[in-house]
C-alpha cells in the first residue's frame, strides 16, 4: 500500500482510496468497484464525510430489524471486503448474524481471496456463498447465486453497496432488504427497506455499537422502532440536507476556505 502522510489533509480519503486499491490487487474487488468507490466519494463530499441524522435514524431501524429476525444475513462483496473486512464481522457477530459472500461480478477466485481475507481477521468463522445452490429468481445465472443457508433462507439481509437490480429482486423474493449506500438517488437506495445513506467505513462501527446498547431492548420496542420508521421520509430527509448545506455553503462562499460546515 502506498504510504500516504498522516499530515495530509485529506488523509482518510486517500487512506481508503489504497485499500480499495490493495482490493483489487488481492484479488478481492472488482476494477468495477474502484468506479463505485469514487462515485460514493462524491456523494460523501455532498453529505459533509459525516453521519447524519437521517442515517443514524436508518441504523437504529436496521439494528433493530436484524435484532428481531430469525435469519438474519450480512453480505459481502469485494469492496466491502477491501475496506470494512473486520468490521463486517465485528458486526455479523454481535448480531449473530449469517456472512455470505455474494458478488455482482462473480467468479471462483474472488470468491476465494473475499473469504481468505476473512479468515485472516477471524479463522474460525463461518462463510457461506463459497458454494451457493440457489439462485435468486429473475436475475441471470452468476448475479444470482445465493447460499441455501443464507440468503436463500434470510428474512433480513444487510447487503451494502448493492446494484439495484438485485436489491429490488430480493425485495420481490419477500426479503426485507437493509443496503448502505452514499447515493440517495441510487436504484438500491430506492428499492430497500432501510437505506443507510452513509460511508461504510463509518456506518458498520457504529451498527456494531448500536447493536451492543439496543440488545436488551424488549421485543415491543424493537417492534415499535421499526414500526415507526419510514425510508422515504429518511431520503428525503437525505436530499434535504444536501441542498440546505449547499446553499449554506455557496451563500457563504466556498472558495479557499480550509474546512467545510
Ligand atoms: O464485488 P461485486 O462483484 O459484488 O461488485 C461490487 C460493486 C460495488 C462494483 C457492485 O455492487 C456495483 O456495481 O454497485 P453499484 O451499482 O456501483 O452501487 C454501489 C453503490 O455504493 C453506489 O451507489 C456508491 O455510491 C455506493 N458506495 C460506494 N462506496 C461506498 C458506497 N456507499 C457507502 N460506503 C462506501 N464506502
Redesign the pocket.
Known amino acids: 500500500m502506498v504510504k500516504i502522510p498522516k499530515s495530509h489533509p485529506r488523509y482518510w480519503s486517500l487512506y481508503?482510496r489504497e485499500r480499495i486499491i490493495e482490493g483489487m490487487e488481492k484479488g478481492?474487488?472488482?476494477k468495477?468497484?474502484l468506479?463505485?468507490?469514487?462515485?460514493?466519494?462524491?456523494?460523501?463530499y455532498l453529505i459533509g464525510e459525516r453521519t447524519i441524522e437521517p442515517a443514524k435514524k436508518a441504523m437504529k431501524a436496521a439494528v433493530a430489524k436484524l435484532l428481531l429476525a430469525k435469519h438474519p444475513v450480512v453480505s459481502v462483496?469485494?469492496?466491502?471486503?477491501a475496506?470494512v473486512p473486520r468490521e463486517t464481522i465485528e458486526l455479523a457477530k454481535a448480531l449473530n448474524a449469517k456472512l455470505e459472500v455474494?458478488?455482482?461480478?462473480?467468479t471462483e477466485d474472488?470468491v476465494k481471496a473475499i473469504a481468505d481475507e476473512l479468515r485472516r481477521y477471524d479463522p474460525e468463522i463461518e462463510i457461506l456463498g463459497v458454494n451457493p445452490t440457489k439462485r435468486i429468481p429473475g436475475l441471470e445465472h452468476e448475479r444470482g447465486r445465493v447460499d441455501e443457508k443464507g440468503i436463500w433462507k434470510a428474512d433480513v439481509v444487510v447487503v451494502?453497496?448493492?446494484?439495484?437490480d438485485?436489491t429490488e429482486a430480493l425485495v420481490r423474493m419477500g426479503k426485507f432488504v437493509i443496503t448502505?449506500?452514499?447515493?440517495p438517488l441510487?436504484?438500491?437506495?430506492r428499492m430497500a427497506d432501510i437505506t443507510i445513506?452513509?460511508?461504510?467505513?463509518r456506518?458498520y462501527p457504529r451498527m456494531t455499537e448500536l447493536t451492543r446498547e439496543m440488545k436488551d431492548y424488549s421485543r415491543d420496542e424493537l417492534l415499535g422502532i421499526v414500526q415507526g420508521y419510514d425510508n422515504g421520509n429518511v431520503l428525503s430527509g437525505v436530499l434535504d440536507h444536501m441542498r440546505n448545506r449547499l446553499t449554506r455553503l455557496s451563500e457563504g462562499g466556498v472558495w479557499r476556505k480550509k474546512e467545510l460546515d
Open positions: 481508503y478481492m474487488t472488482a468495477a468497484g468506479i463505485a468507490h469514487g462515485r460514493g466519494e462524491a456523494f460523501d462483496n469485494g469492496n466491502v471486503a475496506l455474494n458478488l455482482f461480478y462473480r474472488r451494502p453497496l448493492e446494484d439495484g438485485r448502505v449506500d452514499l447515493n441510487s436504484r438500491s437506495a445513506v452513509d460511508n461504510i467505513v456506518a
